[in-house]
Protein backbone atom coordinates (compact mmCIF):
# COMPACT_ATOMS: atom_id res chain seq x y z
CA UNK A 1 0.00 0.00 0.00
CA UNK A 2 0.98 3.74 -0.61
CA UNK A 3 0.59 6.04 1.86
CA UNK A 4 0.22 9.74 0.67
CA UNK A 5 0.59 12.74 3.09
CA UNK A 6 -0.57 15.53 0.96
CA UNK A 7 -0.51 19.49 2.82
CA UNK A 8 -3.91 20.38 2.87
CA UNK A 9 -5.75 17.05 2.61
CA UNK A 10 -6.72 14.31 5.10
CA UNK A 11 -4.01 11.17 4.55
CA UNK A 12 -4.37 9.25 1.37
CA UNK A 13 -3.95 5.16 2.01
CA UNK A 14 -4.14 3.77 -1.48
CA UNK A 15 -4.52 -0.21 -1.65
CA UNK A 16 -5.97 -0.45 -5.23
CA UNK A 17 -5.23 1.25 -8.31
CA UNK A 18 -8.37 0.79 -11.24
CA UNK A 19 -7.12 1.42 -14.59
CA UNK A 20 -9.11 1.41 -17.84
CA UNK A 21 -7.08 -0.20 -20.61
CA UNK A 22 -7.90 0.85 -24.11
CA UNK A 23 -6.54 4.31 -24.50
CA UNK A 24 -5.34 4.50 -21.08
CA UNK A 25 -2.47 1.72 -20.49
CA UNK A 26 -2.63 0.44 -24.18
CA UNK A 27 -2.93 2.26 -27.61
CA UNK A 28 -4.64 -0.18 -30.17
CA UNK A 29 -4.97 -3.09 -27.17
CA UNK A 30 -1.31 -3.25 -27.10
CA UNK A 31 0.53 -2.05 -23.83
CA UNK A 32 2.18 0.95 -23.83
CA UNK A 33 6.09 0.51 -23.66
CA UNK A 34 7.58 0.82 -20.00
CA UNK A 35 4.30 -0.20 -18.41
CA UNK A 36 5.15 -3.76 -17.75
CA UNK A 37 8.13 -2.58 -14.90
CA UNK A 38 5.41 0.13 -13.61
CA UNK A 39 2.83 -2.33 -13.11
CA UNK A 40 5.11 -4.86 -11.34
CA UNK A 41 6.68 -1.80 -9.21
CA UNK A 42 3.09 -1.08 -7.89
CA UNK A 43 2.18 -4.66 -7.10
CA UNK A 44 5.84 -4.65 -5.17
CA UNK A 45 4.52 -1.83 -3.19
CA UNK A 46 1.41 -4.19 -1.95
CA UNK A 47 -0.99 -2.09 -4.12
CA UNK A 48 -3.52 -4.37 -6.03
CA UNK A 49 -4.17 -3.43 -9.81
CA UNK A 50 -7.22 -4.08 -11.82
CA UNK A 51 -7.23 -3.40 -15.49
CA UNK A 52 -11.40 -2.97 -15.98
CA UNK A 53 -12.12 -3.35 -19.68
CA UNK A 54 -14.56 -4.04 -22.74
CA UNK A 55 -11.17 -5.37 -24.17
CA UNK A 56 -11.82 -3.72 -27.86
CA UNK A 57 -9.45 -5.61 -29.20
CA UNK A 58 -9.34 -8.53 -27.77
CA UNK A 59 -5.60 -8.52 -26.41
CA UNK A 60 -5.74 -7.70 -23.14
CA UNK A 61 -5.00 -11.14 -21.31
CA UNK A 62 -2.30 -11.57 -24.03
CA UNK A 63 -1.20 -8.51 -23.35
CA UNK A 64 -0.75 -8.35 -19.48
CA UNK A 65 -2.10 -11.98 -18.39
CA UNK A 66 1.73 -12.21 -16.58
CA UNK A 67 1.78 -9.31 -15.01
CA UNK A 68 0.68 -9.21 -11.01
CA UNK A 69 -2.83 -7.46 -12.07
CA UNK A 70 -6.12 -8.92 -11.81
CA UNK A 71 -8.39 -8.08 -15.75
CA UNK A 72 -12.23 -7.83 -14.97
CA UNK A 73 -13.74 -7.84 -18.59
CA UNK A 74 -16.74 -6.46 -19.29
CA UNK A 75 -19.82 -6.84 -22.05
CA UNK A 76 -19.96 -3.29 -24.25
CA UNK A 77 -22.85 -1.78 -22.79
CA UNK A 78 -23.19 -0.10 -19.66
CA UNK A 79 -19.18 -0.39 -18.58
CA UNK A 80 -19.43 2.75 -16.66
CA UNK A 81 -21.61 1.03 -14.26
CA UNK A 82 -19.88 -1.96 -14.20
CA UNK A 83 -16.35 -0.22 -13.57
CA UNK A 84 -17.84 1.83 -10.56
CA UNK A 85 -19.25 -1.35 -9.26
CA UNK A 86 -15.92 -2.85 -9.32
CA UNK A 87 -14.53 0.29 -7.61
CA UNK A 88 -17.55 0.86 -4.94
CA UNK A 89 -16.49 -3.21 -4.10
CA UNK A 90 -13.00 -2.71 -3.32
CA UNK A 91 -13.36 0.52 -1.29
CA UNK A 92 -13.40 3.90 -3.38
CA UNK A 93 -12.31 5.48 -0.07
CA UNK A 94 -8.81 3.56 -0.58
CA UNK A 95 -8.64 3.70 -4.59
CA UNK A 96 -6.54 5.79 -7.28
CA UNK A 97 -8.34 5.50 -10.94
CA UNK A 98 -6.56 5.67 -14.27
CA UNK A 99 -8.47 6.38 -17.57
CA UNK A 100 -9.39 8.46 -19.88
CA UNK A 101 -13.00 7.36 -21.71
CA UNK A 102 -16.38 8.56 -20.76
CA UNK A 103 -17.23 5.37 -18.87
CA UNK A 104 -14.46 6.31 -16.43
CA UNK A 105 -16.25 9.45 -15.34
CA UNK A 106 -17.85 7.07 -12.79
CA UNK A 107 -15.00 5.19 -11.23
CA UNK A 108 -13.00 8.34 -10.56
CA UNK A 109 -15.94 9.71 -9.96
CA UNK A 110 -16.28 6.83 -6.16
CA UNK A 111 -12.08 7.05 -5.84
CA UNK A 112 -10.28 8.72 -3.12
CA UNK A 113 -8.01 9.68 -6.59
CA UNK A 114 -8.52 9.64 -10.04
CA UNK A 115 -6.09 10.69 -13.28
CA UNK A 116 -6.83 11.04 -16.88
CA UNK A 117 -4.29 10.02 -19.25
CA UNK A 118 -4.14 12.44 -22.21
CA UNK A 119 -2.89 10.01 -25.10
CA UNK A 120 -3.05 9.29 -28.25
CA UNK A 121 -6.31 8.36 -28.05
CA UNK A 122 -7.35 11.79 -25.90
CA UNK A 123 -9.71 11.94 -23.15
CA UNK A 124 -13.68 12.73 -22.27
CA UNK A 125 -14.47 16.04 -21.30
CA UNK A 126 -16.90 14.93 -18.47
CA UNK A 127 -13.82 12.71 -17.49
CA UNK A 128 -11.47 15.04 -17.66
CA UNK A 129 -13.70 17.59 -15.78
CA UNK A 130 -14.40 14.97 -13.15
CA UNK A 131 -10.08 14.01 -12.59
CA UNK A 132 -8.18 15.27 -9.64
CA UNK A 133 -4.87 14.93 -11.71
CA UNK A 134 -3.80 15.17 -15.54
CA UNK A 135 -1.11 13.57 -17.52
CA UNK A 136 0.26 12.91 -20.54
CA UNK A 137 0.85 9.50 -21.06
CA UNK A 138 0.13 6.27 -18.54
CA UNK A 139 3.61 6.27 -17.61
CA UNK A 140 3.59 9.46 -16.32
CA UNK A 141 0.11 8.32 -14.34
CA UNK A 142 2.05 5.75 -12.78
CA UNK A 143 5.61 7.64 -11.98
CA UNK A 144 3.06 9.59 -10.10
CA UNK A 145 2.72 6.70 -7.74
CA UNK A 146 5.70 4.73 -8.06
CA UNK A 147 7.13 8.56 -6.65
CA UNK A 148 4.59 10.16 -4.20
CA UNK A 149 6.44 13.11 -3.86
CA UNK A 150 5.22 14.17 -7.49
CA UNK A 151 1.94 13.79 -5.75
CA UNK A 152 2.36 15.92 -3.20
CA UNK A 153 3.73 18.41 -5.35
CA UNK A 154 0.74 18.57 -8.14
CA UNK A 155 -2.02 18.29 -4.94
CA UNK A 156 -1.16 20.39 -1.70
CA UNK A 157 -3.07 23.46 -1.12
Known amino acids: ?????????????????????????????YLV?????????LADQGVDVYILTADT????????????VTIEIFSKDNISKKKQAVVEALGGATNVAI???????????ESRLSIVVMGKEGCCV????????VVNSP??????????ERLVATLRT
Open 1 to 29: MINLEIPGHEPIVVEHVTFDYNGTLAVDG
Open 139 to 148: LDALDLLLNP
Open 99 to 109: GNGNNDREMFL
Open 33 to 41: DGLKERLVA
Open 57 to 68: FGLVRKQCGHLP
Open 126 to 133: QSLLAADI
